[in-house]
């Protein structure tokens, strides 16, 4: 009788810790973490590993594999769960949020202007329709449909003009006095392009400043670029992050950006660049390599035109200077 009351008190206690730790909050978010599984071992299941790694959270496994796959697009096989043997998986962290935090949401924006059809989900979930003055919140993640596009003014001064078939996810958005190395604004694009001018968090070298696409991370320093997730180089077609034809089509406007890959290879765009990312290459094209169709619109693709005959016009010496380097060169040899 004894043993058996026993095993009722240990039955109580696990299924009490364990239905705790799921409901403990009323309020979750699965983001991205910093630890990873380096090396995917041949027969390894994403179900094995969130056994594992996540035992407590049965009522989020679902969840947890569409998030692994979701930020991991290039460890599973096209349109598949299945594991690619060899490849690095990053892991997710479940945060948790009590009531009364979420009540007090973080204003960072708001909506500036809008064309056509865009909404907001939130950090509870809650979907809403977006209008001009909507006040944007961190953890917001917003969507704009076909033939629609918007423009966040961001309370540090940057600017988001969302491009149509998008969607952004403000994941982190802090603003501190003198915005020191507290400040932070990391975004997410998950699908389409967007336009970015960044504000005072971007043009401090302090704060943390991070644009995160699934192909590359963007850093930037104090400038305006455009990029875009595409098919391939058909630009004219957003696509998602996951999407195996996701290529990551880049422009540089004002100022320099840097592309980082996972395995921390960085290239430099300066103004009037123009690269690409997949998950195998990154690159900055040359000059003559023409604009993937539907990265930029008009005014766009004016001011790029401008700013990059502008940079040959500054880089290349006018006919008189090449006069004086002809001279000084045939004074040289002596002719």
Known sequence: M???????VVFIFVFGFSSQTVNAASVYELVSSSRVITRVIPGMTVEDIIRKIYPNEVKLWAEIKAKLIEINPYSFHSQSDQLVPGSRL???EIRRFEQQEISKKKKVGYIASQ???????????NTQTLQINSEVYEGDRISTGQNSNLFIAMDDGAEIYLKEDS???ISEYIITPGFDRNSSSILDLIRGGLRKITGLIGASALSNYQLQTGLATIGIRGTEYVIKLCKLDDCSQAVSRNDPDAKLHAVVLEGIITLTTEDDFQILMARG???TATQVEMKVLDEDVEIAAGLLNAEEADRFGHTVMQQVEEEEPSDNTWKWIIGIALIAVGL
């Open 273 to 275: 660049d123009y690269g």
């Open 115 to 125: 064309q056509g059809q865009a909404t907001v989900t939130d950090l509870n979930g």
């Open 90 to 92: 990053k892991l997710i």
């Open 167 to 169: 969607v952004v996810k």
């Open 2 to 8: 004894r043993s058996k009351l026993y095993l009722v």
